[in-house]
Nanobody, 126 residues
Framework: QVRLVESGGGSVQVGESLSVSCAVS????????ITWFRQAPGKEREGVAGIYTNTGGKLIANSVLGRFTLSRDDANNIVTLEKRRLEPEDSAMYYC???????????????????WGQGTQVTVSS
């Protein structure tokens, strides 16, 4: 069992940067795939970026490649999604999700993740 708590959302202007963090607690000694999803009103939940806690291997969606990066703080069990050059289309509720092995693919399918945080809102204004 793992618990996920997101933080760091807010409102920014186009072109600015913003980071959101996911604090992981519970069975943190196990290996997980921690993935950020986002969902805008009226749209499906979209996988953005993921990281394997055992290897540090990363997965990035093509839609954010070059603008979004993932990092992890192993000492504090925090995974951070750094977002640069934000666009209005990046406005969404951002969710952190976790899945243990055996990992299911595709990695960006919400149904493959049993653990979810409550989400944090990101709004980008032009």
């Amino acid at each position: 069992q793992v618990r996920l708590v997101e933080s760091g959302g807010g409102s920014v202007q186009v072109g600015e940067s913003l980071s959101v963090s996911c604090a992981v607690s519970g069975s943190t000694g196990n290996s997980y795939l921690i993935t950020w999803f986002r969902q805008a009103p009226g749209k499906e939940r979209e996988g953005v970026a993921g990281i394997y806690t055992n290897t540090g291997g990363k997965l990035i969606a093509n839609s954010v490649l070059g603008r979004f990066t993932l990092s992890r703080d192993d000492a504090n069990n925090i995974v951070t999604l750094e977002k640069r050059r934000l666009e209005p289309e990046d406005s969404a509720m951002y969710y952190c999700a976790a899945a243990g092995p055996p990992w299911k693919f595709p990695w960006d399918q919400p149904a493959n993740y049993p653990y979810w945080g409550q989400g944090t809102q990101v709004t980008v204004s032009s």
